[in-house]
């Protein structure tokens, strides 16, 4: 099966974003870039997401909503703090979406493996909704 994997990926990754097989496996596109602001979080350990006014800053179980343009704090939500959220333990990444912000969740490095996407509302940090994908049995 990795022989298989191993042959199919340049023709995949070439459908996934566009490029002939042979520039999937060029040389890393090098780019340029600026800082323009620097803002400190304790809760920026584990992702970042942005919306038109804040920037949130995601560790395990914390998020923070900052103002955009001048980084001070806005909302905190705590998993530890509020009833019913004790099952969050491990939050990663994040993505705002129509109000929405979503995070990928998981049990790691408890095991079986089991994970989610969480999803708050944007405005409020009120946390909305939960979809959890199951549990991963080993091999």
Do not use: C
């Not at 560790?59 to 343009?69: E, F």
């Not at 408890?110 to 994908?133: C, D, G, I």
Request: no cysteine; charged share 15%.
């Amino acid at each position: 099966m990795k022989i298989l994997y191993l042959y199919w990926l340049p023709f995949l990754s070439s459908i996934w974003f566009g490029m002939a097989p042979d520039a999937v496996l060029a040389q890393p596109l090098q780019v340029q870039a600026t800082l323009l602001q620097q803002f400190n979080s304790d809760d920026a350990r584990q992702g970042i997401a942005v919306d038109n006014d804040h920037f949130f800053t995601i560790s395990n179980t914390r998020i923070s909503m900052h103002d955009k343009n001048s980084g001070e704090p806005i909302l905190k939500f705590n998993a530890d703090s509020k009833a019913g959220s004790s099952q969050l333990i491990h939050l990663d990444s994040g993505k705002v979406l129509d109000g929405l912000l979503y995070a990928a969740h998981s049990n790691y490095p408890r095991s079986p493996m089991q994970s989610s996407v969480e999803s708050w509302n944007a405005t409020t940090l009120e946390h909305v909704e939960s979809h959890p994908f199951g549990q991963l049995r080993a091999r």
